[in-house]
């Protein structure tokens, strides 16, 4: 394992400013090192391979998954998961329920053409469930429902209910909300005329 002022004294220049490790920020972190991952890759001759080892990294009860989030070029030929050895970690003692990562990744990807590259890339957005394809009746009313402190009238869901595709794709959609309040007592309840909240204890 080499040292920074190694290669300081050895080569005339400190390396640690350009430790992608030293990116506090997770997005420019991303950014760096799909710029690193696509500069290497631009280098493989055709027919080239690159293996690529990274890991994942745990930050307040969130995952950054480096696979996950790494610009993958050419042709992807394998992801290998493989035990991770001699980690800070492995001298930590975790209280609860925390589960530590024991593994890392080798993603090897293949240079078929020299200007022809196809690259698989991963970005994140947000969507509402409102709009999501695969979103059933009940998961957007509930949805709406878990957004609220309590009890809520059928106008309000209407009104939250409206705007978004499911609804739009829906001649009946109001007649949709009122039998879906209706056929899932175990997940909503009613409170009084016109008005229902959430089963906190099922949904």
């Not at 080569?11 to 972190?29: A, C, K, N, V």
């Not at 890759?41 to 080892?53: P, Q």
């Not at 030929?77 to 980690?87: D, F, L, S």
């Not at 078929?112 to 970005?123: K, N």
């Amino acid at each position: 394992m080499y040292k920074a002022s190694d290669v300081k004294s050895k080569y005339g220049y400190d390396p640690m400013p350009l430790d992608l490790s030293r990116i506090p920020d997770w997005e420019r972190f991303v950014q760096a090192m799909n710029y690193a991952m696509m500069k290497q890759f631009s280098a493989l001759e055709k027919g080239g391979r690159m293996a690529v080892l990274m890991g994942d990294i745990k930050k307040k009860g969130k995952l950054y998954s480096m696979i996950a989030e790494i610009v993958k070029p050419g042709t992807m030929e394998n992801i290998i998961i493989k035990a991770q050895h001699n980690c800070f970690s492995d001298n930590t003692q975790y209280s609860g329920s925390f589960i530590p990562i024991l593994h890392e990744y080798v993603l090897i990807v293949r240079k078929d053409s020299p200007t022809a590259i196809p690259v698989l890339m991963c970005s994140q957005k947000t969507m509402d469930i409102r709009d999501m394809p695969g979103a059933t009746w009940r998961d957007v009313v509930a949805a709406v429902l878990e957004d609220c402190n309590g009890a809520v009238s059928l106008t309000y869901l209407y009104e939250q209910i409206e705007p978004h595709k499911k609804a739009q794709a829906n001649k009946w959609w109001k007649e949709k909300i009122r039998q879906t309040l209706q056929c899932n007592p175990a997940h909503f309840v009613h409170d009084g005329r016109g008005m229902w909240s959430l089963n906190r204890g099922v949904a």
